[in-house]
């Protein structure tokens, strides 16, 4: 008697077999297939960060030689906006995506680096795409 | 209440255009506004009636959304939809540029100066509150370039005693900021309002804040400062605030702005619907849970939106106004008997 049992479960819950096994497969393949996307996804914008960060880091350093022997008293605000903006940009945690204040920390970085400009009278124009980086002024 | 706001005068002040905004000046005896057609007029009194005793034609490309004077009131500064600030030095009836304040990416919507005199603040459709300082030779340097907000900044007000300033945004929000070692940061949010929050406006003291809204409702706003009577929690050294009143089903369109009288304290609003009303608080009512009620609705008190409304600081009740309909009207407001 137990033997037909399991004979009619077999086929009555086929079905049900079939199904939980294909959604179980394609489960594990669209993780994978996430995984991958998502690496994807935040390699390009860690390199988007990553590079107009860059930008101002670069334009920092440069101008921290040009002004490099501006002592006067009119100067201070500049050198000390640039001194915070490098400070700032230093302390950015690149290596840590999951950080809570990640965007809070880049819009500071952002609005030092606006302020700097604006200190300086440059209007410097950034294209930022995913080839690169480029400035103009 | 039909009689409590009563029409003075109106002038077409910028014609086939819109006027945007309004400022007096800090003795009262001047207007300034400014519209669409991307000019400023400066308004008198030549016995009973307004006229215009100059205009600033020359210095904007686009619309000049908002003007204001300095504590001094020898400088006027304009902010444009062309992404800059102008500030004018007055000479009699003349205005010179005397330096335009550049930075902001797009349409500069507020300009507002410090009570000392020595700050500026502006903020943009590019989300940023820009903060500036003027020294003694008319010099300006970009003192914080704040990005607290998440959509474009429509307004920004200082408070009327403490080198403290107040914004609001598209994002549904009103900030703070205060100056922390050499540098500013926003040291509060007030979260609340459903929609855009257009204007800001300080009571007298400076405890209380007004908002207006497109979500159709003022909200007033008080202070806590740490260690306060009530109890109410503070984190750190920075006061909270508390939303104690919402004025709400008194407008039927987006509110663009509110105006608090520094004299009588009276609260006049701006709306959508081409109205204006005042409001009074309650003469009882609890500091900490205010009532207000409508002391004055003028219906078709514009012949479109009103967007701007401004309280003389010397002449209790007089109150100017102005509309997409391109005119400035003034009103005298008298307090209803038995109130």
Redesign the interface.
């Known amino acids: 008697m137990a033997g037909s049992q399991d004979m009619f479960d077999a086929i009555v819950m086929a079905d049900e077999r079939f199904h939980g096994e294909g959604y179980r497969e394609g489960y594990e393949e669209g993780s994978s297939l996430g995984v991958m996307e998502g690496r994807q996804h935040g390699s390009l914008q860690g390199a988007r960060i990553g590079s107009e960060i860059g930008c101002y880091q670069g334009f920092a350093f440069a101008w921290k030689c040009l002004l490099h022997s501006c002592t006067a008293e009119k100067d201070s ?1 500049k050198m ?1 906006v640039l001194e ?1 903006l490098i400070g700032m940009i230093q302390k950015f945690p690149y290596d840590d995506p999951t950080y809570d204040k990640l965007h809070e920390d880049l ?2 970085i ?3 680096f ?2 700097f ?3 300086l009278n440059v ?1 410097p124009d950034f294209k930022i795409s995913a080839e690169g980086s480029g400035l103009s002024f | 209440m039909k009689d409590s706001l009563v029409l003075l005068g109106r002038v077409p002040a910028h014609p086939d255009s819109r006027c945007w905004f309004l400022a007096w000046n800090p003795a009262g005896t001047l207007l300034a506004s400014c519209g669409g057609d991307r000019r400023i007029r400066i308004w008198g009194t030549e016995g009973d009636s307004w006229i215009c005793k100059s205009v600033i034609s020359e210095g904007h490309q686009r619309t000049v959304r908002k003007v204001a004077w300095s504590p001094c009131g020898n400088y006027l500064a304009s902010a444009s939809f062309d992404a800059t600030t102008c500030i004018w030095k007055k000479n009699q009836d003349d205005f010179e540029c005397v330096t335009t304040l550049e930075g902001h990416e797009n349409e500069v919507k507020s300009v507002a100066w410090a009570p000392s005199g020595n700050l500026l603040a502006t903020c943009s459709r590019d989300k940023s509150v820009w903060v500036w300082e003027v020294d003694e030779e008319d010099e300006y340097e970009c003192v914080s370039v704040l990005n607290s907000h998440t959509q474009d900044v429509k307004h920004v007000v200082w408070h009327p005693s403490q080198e403290l300033l107040a914004s609001a945004s598209y994002d549904d929000t009103v900030k703070l900021y205060r100056e922390e070692e050499d540098d500013w940061v926003c040291c509060a949010t007030l979260e609340g309002h459903e929609s855009t929050v257009w204007s800001l406006a300080f009571d007298p003291s400076g405890q209380r804040l007004a908002s207006c809204s497109d979500d159709r409702t003022v909200r007033i706003w008080r202070q806590y400062p740490p260690g306060n009577e009530q109890g109410v929690a503070c984190s750190g050294s920075d006061p909270n605030w508390k939303c104690v009143c919402t004025l709400s089903g008194f407008h039927s369109r987006t509110i663009y702005d509110i105006a608090w009288c520094q004299l009588t304290g009276a609260l006049a609003t701006a709306c959508g619907d081409d109205a204006i009303r005042v409001f009074e608080e309650d003469p009882n009512s609890d500091p900490q849970q205010p009532t207000f009620s409508l002391t004055a609705h003028l219906h078709q008190a514009h012949s479109q939106d009103v967007n701007c409304v401004a309280w003389n600081p010397k002449e209790p009740g007089l109150l100017a106004s102005c509309s997409d309909d391109g005119e400035v009207a003034f009103w005298k407001y008298q307090r209803p008997e038995g109130l």
């Open positions: 605000r000390k915070s819009d500071k952002r609005g030092k606006k302020q400009c604006s200190l209007q």
